[in-house]
């Protein structure tokens, strides 16, 4: 990992997907949906979630190495497909179990929150307030917000540039190596947790500040970091 000193973040950014909420076997099945309705083999159900936190459309390219315009179209169809399970109530969200307390901790320090997502303000929005985290964070960002996706810092300049902090003193938090490698090319401090899509040993080899196994770990963190 990076050698940084961990000193209070002038805003913390959280990843969605793998980080905030458990929508693994969602997205999943979302995938596998997708391709069947467009008559293609769809990947094994691994490689489909070391894909989340990409966009939809580099996901599906890298998948299925499809064309830039055939990507575009699976993630149409994705989107729809998802839209409709949200719709007729097949759509059941939980927290990971600690990571509201995480939030909340921010709230009660006064650190100003943002959500940084690869997924879409049309589901991105409706899930965190079924998760009552909505009105708990201060921004909401999705990649189309920044015109990019992750690991480029776009969306992180974004965040910053709307909190009116600087982008190296954002803290990135996030499940994937993409969490991360847009933290480290926004210079700013991250923490990988272990819960999400990406193991371990993959979060490691993408130079976080911090890995931790449990968001009581992150709250630690906090707690420590200079005043």
């Known amino acids: 990992m ?4 961990f ?6 950014v959280f990843d969605f997907d793998g980080t905030l909420a458990d929508t693994t076997g969602l997205i999943v099945a979302c995938y ?16 489909i979630a070391a894909t989340i936190g990409l966009s939809l459309e580099a996901a599906f390219a890298l998948l299925t190495d499809m064309s830039e315009q055939d990507a575009a179209a699976a993630a149409r169809c994705y989107r729809t497909l998802f839209m409709e399970r949200e719709i007729d109530g097949s759509v059941s969200l939980e927290p990971f179990a600690g990571m509201p307390e995480v939030v909340a901790h921010c709230v009660r320090r006064g650190m100003p929150r943002a959500v940084g997502s690869s997924r879409g303000h ?4 409706p899930m965190l307030r ?14 189309s917000d920044a015109g990019v996706g992750k690991p ?7 965040i910053a540039d709307r909190l009116g902090v600087p982008r190296s003193d954002l803290l990135m938090i996030g499940d994937t190596t993409y969490d991360i490698e847009m ?36 709250i630690s963190l906090l707690s420590g970091a200079e005043w």
Request: charged share 20%; proline share 9%.
């Open 122 to 125: 049309d589901s991105l929005d």
């Open 130 to 143: 079924s998760l009552g985290l909505f009105d708990s964070f201060d921004l909401v960002v999705d990649h």
């Open 32 to 47: 596998q949906a997708t391709y069947q309705y467009l008559a293609i083999v769809a990947p094994p159900p691994k490689r």
């Open 152 to 158: 480029d810092p776009a969306m992180l300049t974004v």
């Open 2 to 5: 990076r050698a940084m000193i």
């Open 7 to 12: 000193k209070k973040p002038a805003a913390v």
């Open 183 to 218: 933290g480290n090319n926004a210079g700013c401090p991250t923490i990988a947790v272990t819960w999400g899509n990406h193991d371990r040993r993959t979060l490691a080899d993408a130079g976080p500040t911090h890995i931790v196994d449990r968001p009581e770990e992150i």
